[in-house]
């Protein structure tokens, strides 16, 4: 079957850094997606990886290792408004995705 | 680029109504649509996947017979809660795929239908 796992939960600091991890167990793996969420909205694109390494957008990279099935959304100089819930997502042949229970990021002044 | 519209945005109704959402991709064309449901506090869960011309595909444990979806065209999918109760309640959002090979963004989400059975 197919299962992601991420933190429940995250509290940092604004202006830190917080890394999100993600591991998956799944065949027929094409890439991880991370999407972010605000209470009462839809999903919001972040990144995406179907090769190993890393991807930087803005304050926001994320990573992949195709060997360790594993990845990490990494956001940097936290702002209040990151507030939100982050969801990887695994993406397979058929471009179905598949999402984490998600990490509630809490930002603290 | 790449707009997804979805309509309503919200709906109440009484138990037992079928309830019709739409979603449309506004500026390309979608060979897939998906769609999702999420419960409060949740992820989201699949419910099925549409191409266009072809029946849906539903993920284990969803009702095809309740939950009714076309796909007539490559720009818009419908999906129909068919005699609606109280459990149903939640947020649907409906996400494309683009027509292209390529796009670094795997799917494109619309904003979501928050339903509400009475």
């Not at chain 2, 979608?30 to 506090?41: C, N, V």
Request: hydrophobic letters at 35%.
């Amino acid at each position: 079957g197919q299962s992601l796992e991420q933190p429940s939960e995250v509290t940092a600091v604004e202006g830190a850094i917080v890394q999100i991890n993600c591991t998956y167990q799944t065949s027929g793996f094409y890439g991880l997606s991370w999407y972010q969420q605000h209470d009462g909205g839809a999903p919001t694109f972040l990144s995406y990886n179907a090769l190993d390494g890393l991807e930087e957008t803005g304050r926001f990279s994320s990573f992949l290792s195709r060997s360790d099935s594993y990845g990490y959304l990494l956001l940097q100089e936290l702002q209040m408004k990151d507030s939100a819930s982050y969801f990887c997502a695994e993406m397979d042949s058929s471009y179905k995705l598949i999402f984490g229970s998600g990490t509630r990021l809490l930002v603290r002044p | 680029g790449a707009v997804v519209s979805q309509h309503p945005s919200w709906v109440i109704c009484k138990s037992g109504t079928s309830v019709k959402i739409e979603c449309r991709s506004l500026d390309f064309q979608a060979t897939t649509m998906f769609w999702y449901r999420q419960f409060p506090k949740q992820s989201l869960m699949l419910m099925a996947t549409s191409n266009e011309g072809s029946k849906a595909t539903y993920e284990q444990g969803v009702e095809k017979d309740k939950f009714l979806i076309n796909h007539a065209s490559l720009t818009l999918s419908t999906l129909t809660v068919t005699s609606a109760h109280p459990e149903d309640s939640s947020f649907y959002i409906c996400s494309a795929r683009d027509r292209q090979v390529y796009s670094n963004q795997p799917q494109h989400f619309g904003d979501g239908t928050r339903l509400s059975i009475l």
